[in-house]
């Protein structure tokens, strides 16, 4: 029962989740293609001399839009001003949640990988942990440094650290976790980003504006700098939430790598947007992240490992006791692994039918990939996997 609402907790969180983060995601899109797509006022129209900069018309569900950009601070203080915060904040608070109920509660399942490194399921969590908060404290520390000003530097650091503590992440944890983990590192620069510095700037801008005087610029600029790394930690992040359901990527030798160049190819297009939005027409970065995208399919793509010759003949029985030994403690409608409490991914082996059925992913999870045991959490032999290869080749017979 107790494991039923922790999977009902689960689903709710996730749900919340992918909707809040698309609320975010959607505004950091909607405000920078706004600010890419503003038309000067006139000058000497009414519109500039209250100070507008730039506007946009927009038609929008029956009706039309007119947005305004004021430079510094308009003339006539706003009674109520929108702030764009809460879909952050539940973003990461929801996805926090969901990352301790999914991987750090079960981390001898969902983290521990002894073909990676000998770490204990509660030193697992506690890198898991710590990068969090030192992910912040590093980018936060490089923005505010004299490097800090100059953009193109931030980024390429920004991305070289980031590319680093994929390194370490997949020198320690499996590797599904490892990208979660990376994913949960920016996820949480980009909710500090809006909660430590965007918001309290914007704050005193207000302030300042509702005292009569002109807000600090150093305020506007530091919330944009971080508003603009947000938007480019998108298309990154987005694909990691999603990463656990392609299992070339995470369990690939080089799988940081492999990051790296998808979360490349991410930026790139992410910034083809942004220009394309100016009025440019930058297809060249549509070119690099197609070219990055063709290098990782290639690299990715499966060579199955050589396996001994099997000895002796191949039958369902066979198969069937390697499975009991090997993967049903995971795989059965009661399973005994800890922290795992119903079939994982609806995968119940104990049965001859559902070893049938499911062959052909058994096959790719077991000699393809190689991802299954799960950190090879029960240490299933070569000679094991040859046999499996052996029997779904000759067809998966029933007998
Ligand atoms: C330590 C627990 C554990 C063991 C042991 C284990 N698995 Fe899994 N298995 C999992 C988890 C967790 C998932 C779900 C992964 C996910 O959500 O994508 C999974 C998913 C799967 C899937 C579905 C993957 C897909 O998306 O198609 C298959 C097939 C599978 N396992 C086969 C096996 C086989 C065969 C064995 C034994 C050789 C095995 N597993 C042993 C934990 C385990």
């Given at each position: 029962m107790e494991a039923h609402l922790i999977e009902m907790l689960g689903m709710l969180l996730r749900w919340l989740h992918v909707i809040a983060g698309i609320a975010w995601v959607g505004s950091s899109f909607y405000f920078i293609w706004l600010d890419g797509n503003l038309d000067p006022v006139p000058p000497g129209s009414e519109e500039a001399g209250k100070g507008v900069s730039g506007e946009l018309w927009a038609v929008h569900g029956g009706g039309f839009y007119n947005s305004q950009k004021y430079a510094v601070a308009p003339a006539r203080h706003p009674e109520k001003i929108h702030w764009f915060k809460w879909e952050a904040y539940t973003t990461w608070l929801s996805g926090t949640a969901l990352l301790v109920i999914v991987y750090w509660m079960r981390a001898q399942a969902m983290m521990v990988d002894p073909t990676v490194s000998g770490l204990t399921p509660a030193q697992a969590v506690g890198v898991g942990a710590a990068s969090m908060i030192v992910s912040w404290c590093v980018y936060d520390l490089l923005c505010r440094s004299?490097?800090?000003?100059?953009n193109r530097v931030v980024a390429a650091a920004v991305f070289g650290l980031l590319t680093l503590l994929a390194w370490l992440l997949c020198a320690t944890l499996g590797g599904r976790a490892a990208y979660i983990h990376v994913g949960v590192a920016i996820g949480t620069i980009m909710a500090a980003n809006v909660i430590f510095v965007i918001i309290p700037g914007q704050k005193r801008m207000v302030a300042a504006m509702r005292a009569g005087r002109t807000p600090d610029p150093a305020d506007g600029a530091r919330g944009r700098q971080r508003s603009v790394h947000n938007n480019y930690f998108t298309l990154p992040v987005v694909f990691i939430m999603i990463s656990?359901?392609?299992?070339?990527t995470y369990g690939h030798p080089h799988a940081w790598a492999v990051l790296a160049l998808i979360s490349a190819a991410g930026v790139l297009i992410r910034h083809f947007f942004n220009r394309r939005h100016k009025g440019?027409?930058?297809w060249r970065y549509l070119a690099v992240s197609a070219v990055l995208f063709g290098a990782v399919a290639v690299w990715t793509a499966p060579h199955i490992q050589a396996l001994p010759p099997v000895k002796g003949p191949v039958t369902l029985d066979r198969v069937r006791s390697i499975v009991g030994q090997?993967?049903?403690?995971?795989?059965?409608?009661?399973?005994?692994?800890?922290?795992?409490?119903?079939?994982p991914a609806g995968?119940?082996?104990?049965g001859a039918a559902g070893i049938v059925q499911n062959a052909q992913r058994i096959y790719q999870q077991v000699?393809?990939?190689?991802?299954?045991p799960l950190g090879n959490a029960s240490q299933m032999t070569d000679d094991e996997r040859a046999v499996i290869a052996a029997w779904v080749t000759a067809g998966a017979p029933a007998q």
């Open positions: 004299p490097l800090g000003r100059r656990n359901h392609y299992a070339a440019a027409r930058p090997r993967c049903v403690m995971c795989h059965s409608q009661a399973p005994t692994f800890p922290g795992i409490t119903q079939p995968v119940v082996l104990q000699v393809v990939t190689r991802i299954m």
